[in-house]
């Protein structure tokens, strides 16, 4: 295990980062207490230091069995957590979940009895409300930053427009801007490379990517004999595309020429996109997560990765696909004598 900077700050994390989401039995398909632990103590033991929650997980189990975990060593690890969805306990609430002051700040204290900390590494806004305004939601983290609940602040799931504007108002402010941005983000899902990505770069913003694996797609689960079902066979996951099926067998194909499993591939693929993803995996077993563990012995080729993504005609649409298939139009018979440094992102 290797570590990365988060973004624009000077903290280091490990190259993965642990998805606590599947740490309890609540919602069905989770793991007991016991078996999150040996999930947590191999990824330690292999140099993992980052870890993702949510205040909401497991119905808060994910947040308890965590603090229990990391207790009398709480300061070796980095640990995120998020806030926004609505309270299941206060379903009738209308202040019991989304972005507001309120909200936030009892969410917060809520993780941290949960966490058995004083104070949270990162804090992600989880999902954009539409309802609450940049300002007040930039000023209150700003607020529990200097209150040293809060380390550093993250963003999840919210237009690029929203976080760009918010960083921007933060900085004229000389408040605390967000150092990541976490997105789904696999073969199949590629929509984050048309707006969000390119914005990431300009900000310097980490990329933490969940559903890497695309919901367990690119392990082989659907596409190789003998295997179990899985919860992409479930009416609200949505049963895979013959595209996405297609891009699943070119994943085996590879992994079988390496002598690797299919999602030690899928989890090359994310990371030899760009240096600032930092992939987020859950596992509800000891043997899932030592084999995306083994991910970081190797790296797939050039050519594989130009195997991959030629299968689906990816789009980038409008306004980019517009802009960059006319660029006669704005530099006239010029474009290939300019020496230009940046990107056409």
């Not at 070796?76 to 202040?95: E, G, M, Q, S, Y």
């Not at 240096?275 to 987020?280: A, E, K, R």
Request: proline share 3%; net charge negative.
């Amino acid at each position: 295990m290797k570590f990365k900077l988060l973004g624009s700050s000077g903290l280091r994390v490990s190259e993965l980062c642990l998805g606590t989401m599947t740490f309890g039995e609540d919602w069905g398909w989770g793991s007991s207490k016991e078996v999150a632990k040996e999930v947590f103590l191999k990824f330690i033991e292999n140099g993992g230091n980052f870890i993702d929650t949510a205040c909401n997980y497991t119905n808060g189990t994910s947040e308890e069995f965590l603090g229990e975990f990391i207790e009398g060593d709480r300061d070796r690890f980095v640990i995120a957590t998020k806030f926004t969805l609505h309270d299941h306990r206060w379903k009738k609430d209308p202040n019991a979940g989304g972005n507001h002051r309120k909200n936030l700040i009892r969410t917060v204290k809520q993780s941290l009895k949960r966490l058995r900390t004083d104070y949270i590494d990162l804090l992600y806004l989880h999902m954009w409300d539409y309802t609450t305004s940049v300002h007040e939601v930039m000023r209150t983290l700003d607020d529990l930053i200097a209150d040293t609940k809060i380390n550093y602040i993250g963003i999840s799931d919210t237009p690029a427009w929203i976080v760009a504007r918010a960083n921007t108002m933060a900085e004229v402010r000389g408040w605390n801007t967000f150092v990541a941005f976490q997105f789904p983000y696999n073969l199949s899902f590629r929509d984050p490379e048309r707006e969000i990505i390119p914005m990431c770069k300009k900000f310097d913003l980490a990329m933490t990517v969940w559903a890497p694996l695309g919901a367990g797609l690119y392990t082989g689960k659907y596409t190789r004999n003998n295997q179990p079902p899985g919860r992409l066979t479930e009416d609200k996951w949505g049963v895979p595309s013959e595209d996405r099926l297609e891009i699943a067998r070119e994943v085996d194909a590879i992994a079988d020429e390496i002598g690797c499993s299919s999602a030690n591939v899928a989890l090359n693929w994310i990371r030899r996109q760009n240096g600032l993803f930092i992939p987020i995996f859950g596992v509800t077993s000891v043997t899932q997560i030592e084999d995306n563990l083994r991910s970081l012995e190797f790296e797939i080729t050039e050519e594989h990765c130009k195997r991959l993504a030629d299968i689906v005609d990816f789009k980038f649409g409008f306004p980019k696909g517009f802009l960059l298939g006319n660029k006669d139009l704005y530099h006239g018979e010029t474009f290939n004598l300019l020496k230009n440094h940046r990107d056409y992102e």
